[in-house]
């Protein structure tokens, strides 16, 4: 399975960040159905959800706020992309990490571009970017949404990415699906066929065959 292959090979991965994650100071946010301080923002308005997140980073001297994998969210509630009633999607497939706008990205270990796409709708991803990597000749992707629409600029489907090579950046509210700037990072053992784009939220039905598609991004993002 994927998750023993990443697990048993997590000293090859380096930072995706311009700094180790676990040299800062780190929040976890929760933006779960538990929260009861969720209730009372306005979830779709981003200036709104922006100030509760920089709230916490300021009240714990956080320098980023991270979180959210097989998480329960209240937050898709802001979008009609995420359905309503009983098929409405909740359960989040990555994990985000949220930082400042234009923060470099780079690859955690030699791939290729295996599709890019800017799924420009509201809630959604906007720029995305999916590399495809290899390793002990099994294939599995990682995800980059919610980037900068310059980084899709002169990429090209099967350009080869180094490991540490700057490849993207994230995107402003205005370019990023309309969320607060973070990155949504995602592993994927089969795209199913999908390209520029997969789902990084999922209905509780099919809950549990997601998970077994996207393991936990910690396991290459190596958080403590």
């Known amino acids: 399975m994927l998750k023993e292959l990443l697990q048993n090979n ?15 100071k780190h929040h976890k946010l929760d933006l779960s159905i538990d929260n009861q301080a969720l209730y ?26 991270i979180g959210g994998y097989n998480e329960d969210r209240l937050i898709y509630r802001k979008s009609k992309h995420f359905g309503e009633g009983e098929d409405a999607r909740s359960i989040h497939l990555g994990t985000d990490v ?9 690859a955690p270990i030699d791939g290729k571009i295996h599709s890019f796409k ?14 495809e990597h290899c390793i002990e000749g099994t294939t599995f992707y ?11 600029k002169g990429k090209s489907v099967g350009q080869e990415i180094k490991q ?8 402003n509210d205005q370019e990023n699906g309309n969320w607060p700037c973070h990155l949504h990072f995602q592993i994927m053992a089969d795209m199913n066929g999908r390209e520029g784009d997969f789902p990084g939220v999922s209905n509780q039905a099919d809950r549990e065959n997601y998970l077994k598609t996207c393991p936990d991004p910690n396991l290459i993002l190596k958080l403590k």
Do not use: M
């Open 10 to 24: 997590q000293h090859l991965f380096t930072d995706i960040f311009p700094f180790n994650l676990n040299q800062e």
């Open 40 to 65: 009372s923002i306005d979830l779709s308005s981003v200036e709104a959800l922006q100030q509760y997140i920089s709230d916490c980073l300021r009240q714990t001297g956080a320098k980023y706020a």
């Open 98 to 106: 949220w930082l400042a706008a234009n923060t470099s990205l780079s």
């Open 118 to 131: 800017n799924n420009d709708v509201f809630g959604d991803y906007g720029p995305t970017i999916i590399l």
């Open 142 to 152: 990682t995800l980059y949404g919610h980037l900068s629409v310059d980084s899709l």
């Open 164 to 171: 540490g090579q700057l490849f993207a950046e994230l995107g």
